[in-house]
T-cell receptor, first 116, second 109 residues
Framework: DAGVTQSPTHLIKTRGQHVTLRCSPI?????VSWYQQVLGQGPQFIFQ???????GRGNFPDRFSARQFPNYSSELNVNALLLGDSALYLC???????????????FGSGTRLTVV | QKEVEQNSGPLSVPEGAIASLNCTYS??????FFWYRQYSGKSPELIMF????GDKEDGRFTAQLNKASQYVSLLIRDSQPSDSATYLC?????????FGPGTRLSVLP
């Protein structure tokens, strides 16, 4: 049974460019959350989607946007990339809203974004 | 701003010893608490969760929760070199699921 899959695994972009990261949750999971993890720090919450609606947004600028599709997969978009956007972007899926239930969140392997 | 704090470490323990990892949180309304392990360059994986005050044991791992003190800990008994990783405390309350900065654990052979 496939876990949370993210693509691409690695990405190098130039400042000012746009990037789209993709995530497919575990089959049956309706909640997808996005986190940014800068080296040496814990994951920082960006967005949560549940049943295709945005249910939470972290303290990130409007350059960050996301959406969830009818099949519950999700995209994270970042416009006008800055050097400081270089990080590991993690997608987490859960069966229920806000990772409720014993399982909490299951994370994908992440997308390593480097902005040069 | 809801905060979760951890000692960044590194925490070094000899093989076979008990490793004790601590976490404090600011939101008294927090409902559930999770410990994730993250190996270098990998994504976090769930080790344990705890909802109620007291201890919860799972194999070599014990999670301890004290809501009055807003404190949660993770004990790892008989530590192994393979336990060397960063341990992330995560707290859920209301609309938030917040991670701490993580504690880096090094188990020395």
């Amino acid at each position: 049974d496939a876990g949370v899959t993210q693509s691409p695994t690695h990405l190098i972009k130039t400042r000012g460019q746009h990037v789209t990261l993709r995530c497919s949750p575990i089959s049956g999971h309706k909640s997808v959350s996005w986190y940014q993890q800068v080296l040496g720090q814990g994951p920082q919450f960006i967005f949560q989607y549940y049943e295709k609606e945005e249910r939470g947004r972290g303290n990130f600028p409007d350059r960050f946007s996301a959406r969830q599709f009818p099949n519950y997969s999700s995209e994270l978009n970042v416009n006008a990339l800055l050097l400081g956007d270089s990080a590991l972007y993690l997608c987490a899926s859960s069966l229920e809203y806000m990772g409720q239930g014993a399982a909490g969140y299951t994370f994908g392997s992440g997308t390593r974004l480097t902005v040069v | 701003q809801k905060e979760v704090e951890q000692n960044s470490g590194p925490l070094s323990v000899p093989e076979g010893a008990i490793a004790s990892l601590n976490c404090t949180y600011s939101d008294r309304g927090s409902q559930s608490f999770f410990w994730y392990r993250q190996y270098s360059g990998k994504s976090p994986e769930l080790i344990m969760f705890i909802y109620s005050n007291g201890d919860k044991e799972d194999g070599r791992f014990t999670a301890q929760l004290n809501k009055a003190s807003q404190y949660v800990s993770l004990l790892i008994r008989d530590s192994q070199p393979s336990d060397s990783a960063t341990y992330l405390c995560a707290v859920r309350g209301g609309q938030n699921f917040v991670f701490g900065p993580g504690t880096r654990l090094s188990v020395l052979p």
